[in-house]
């Protein structure tokens, strides 16, 4: 599965449970790369993310490596995790949600 197909995948599993939150961290070239998905919806805390909701919100180049579930809404300073760190496909099995 392409990076971008699985973002899509986590991005529809949020739709439908909305108390989770995904963080994906990877690498795009040599930079660090991080995209929070959150009740449907991705935006990158490392990179600039498209206004246009077609357009892909992984830069060119981008690896992902790293996946956690975290309990949402998100609170500063007081993340809850769920499940994780695991490479981002084993986040598409159910039994980790």
Request: charged share 20%; glycine share 6%; hydrophobic share 40%.
């Amino acid at each position: 599965m392409t990076d971008q197909a699985l973002v899509q995948a986590l991005e529809q599993r949020t739709r439908v449970q909305p108390q989770r939150v995904v963080r994906l961290r990877g690498q795009v070239v040599d930079e660090p790369f991080e995209l929070l998905i959150f009740r449907g919806f991705s935006s990158s805390t490392t990179h600039p993310t498209a206004f246009d909701p077609d357009a892909s919100v992984l830069p060119e180049g981008t690896s992902l490596d790293q996946a956690e579930l975290l309990q949402g809404p998100l609170s500063p300073g007081q993340e809850v995790v769920l499940a994780g760190p695991m490479p981002p496909n084993d986040l598409l099995a159910q039994a980790n949600w």
